[in-house]
C-alpha cells in the first residue's frame, strides 16, 4: 500500500502546484530590479548637445532610464571645456549616481573623473576616453579603427593597384582620443608600407569649414592624391565639398555614429565610405551597464570595464535600408 500512498501524495502536490502556477507566480528578483533605481540619478555632460552623437546618446538613455524612476539631467557646455570642467564640479557637489561623460580630449577632465569617483560616483565615459580610466568606457576601439582604415587606404591607393600612393589625413582636436589614438593605429599600418606616402596630416578641430579649407588646399598642392581620411563625418562634409569643386577623383573614407546623414552622404557621393560606430548601440551598452552598475552596489573605481563598439564599413554598395539611424527631426 505504501506505493500506492506516495503517488498519491505526489499527485495531490502536483495538483496543489499547477492550481498555484494557473494563477501565476511573481519573479523573485523583480521587486529588487526596479527597487536598485529608485530615486537614482545621473547626469550627462557631453561636449556638446545639438549634433548626431550627442542627441543619439542622450534620447537613448533617456528611453531606457527615466521609465525605470532615475532622473536624467544633462549639462551642456556647448563646446567650452571650462565650462564642461565647472559642470563636472558642480555635479561632484551634487552627487548624482552616475556620472556620464564625454571627453573633449584625454587630459582636461581626467583629475575630476579620479575625484568623482571618490566622492561616491560611478563614472562611464562614453566614445572618447580619458587619460583616466574610470568604472567604464563605451565607445569605438580607436586605434583598432586607425589600423583598419590604414589597410583600407593601402588597398585602394597602393601603387600596385593603380593608385598614386599620396594620402591625407584630416583629424578633429588634436589632443582628443579619437584623433590622438586613431593616429596610432595609422601610423603602425603605415610603417609597413613605404610604398604610401602621407602627405598631409593636419586638424581641422571637427569643424567642416576648416576641414573643406583644408582639403581644397593639399588636392592643389597634390593633385594625384588618392585619398583623404577624415575623422568624423559632419565635418567631412566640407572635405567632400572641396573634393566635388576640385573635379578630381579623391577617395573619402570617414566616420561617425551611423545617422542617417551619413548614408545620404554616401549616396549622394560626398563620402567613399563610412566607419560606423553604432550610436543606439551605444547608448544601450550605457543604459545597459548603468543598469549593472546601480545593481551590483560595487565602490566607484573598483570596475574598469571597456565595451567596445563593433564597427561597420558602410559604402554605397552594401548599405541596406537600416543601415543607418534617424534622429526625430528627421522622420
Not at 587630459?107 to 583616466?132: D, F
Not at 593603380?162 to 589632443?175: E, H, M, Y
Request: glycine share 10%.
Amino acid at each position: 500500500m505504501r506505493p500506492i500512498k506516495t503517488c498519491m501524495i505526489a499527485a495531490t502536490f502536483a495538483l496543489s502546484a499547477g492550481a498555484v502556477l494557473a494563477q501565476g507566480i511573481d519573479d523573485p528578483t523583480r521587486a529588487e530590479y526596479f527597487e536598485a533605481f529608485k530615486g537614482k540619478t545621473v547626469a550627462y555632460v557631453p561636449v556638446a548637445m545639438g549634433f548626431d552623437l550627442t542627441e543619439g546618446w542622450a534620447a537613448g538613455l533617456k528611453e531606457a532610464l527615466e521609465p525605470l524612476g532615475v532622473k536624467f539631467e544633462i549639462r551642456d557646455p556647448n563646446w567650452s571645456t571650462d565650462a564642461g570642467a565647472q559642470a563636472i564640479t558642480s555635479l561632484i557637489s551634487e552627487k548624482p549616481d552616475v556620472l556620464v561623460v564625454h571627453n573633449p580630449d584625454v587630459q582636461s577632465y581626467a583629475r575630476l573623473l579620479k575625484k568623482a569617483e571618490e566622492a561616491g560616483i560611478y563614472v562611464v565615459q562614453v566614445n572618447m576616453r580619458s587619460s583616466y580610466s574610470t568604472d567604464a568606457f563605451i565607445g569605438a576601439d580607436y586605434v583598432g579603427m586607425g589600423g583598419q582604415i590604414a589597410e583600407r587606404l593601402v588597398e585602394i591607393c597602393s601603387p600596385a593597384n593603380g593608385g598614386s600612393g599620396k594620402i591625407a589625413v584630416t583629424q578633429g582636436v588634436l589632443t582628443a582620443a579619437a584623433s590622438a589614438y586613431q593616429m596610432k593605429g595609422i601610423m603602425d599600418v603605415l610603417a609597413e608600407h613605404p610604398e604610401i606616402e602621407l602627405v598631409s596630416n593636419q586638424a581641422a578641430d571637427w569643424d567642416a569649414t576648416k576641414a573643406r579649407n583644408i582639403a581644397a588646399t593639399v588636392i592643389q598642392q597634390h593633385p594625384d592624391l588618392c585619398a583623404i581620411a577624415g575623422f568624423w563625418d559632419v565635418m567631412d562634409v566640407g572635405t567632400g565639398a572641396a573634393i566635388k569643386e576640385s573635379g578630381k577623383d579623391v577617395y573619402l573614407i570617414t566616420q561617425g555614429g551611423g545617422n542617417q546623414s551619413a548614408c545620404d552622404g554616401l549616396e549622394n557621393g560626398t563620402y567613399s565610405e563610412v566607419v560606423v560606430y553604432n550610436v543606439p548601440g551605444q547608448a544601450r551598452d550605457m543604459a545597459n551597464m548603468i543598469k549593472q552598475m546601480l545593481q551590483l552596489k560595487a565602490e566607484p573605481g573598483s570596475m574598469k570595464t571597456t565595451l567596445f563598439t563593433q564597427l561597420e564599413f558602410l559604402t554605397k554598395d552594401n548599405m541596406q535600408p537600416g543601415s543607418c539611424w534617424k534622429m526625430p527631426s528627421q522622420q
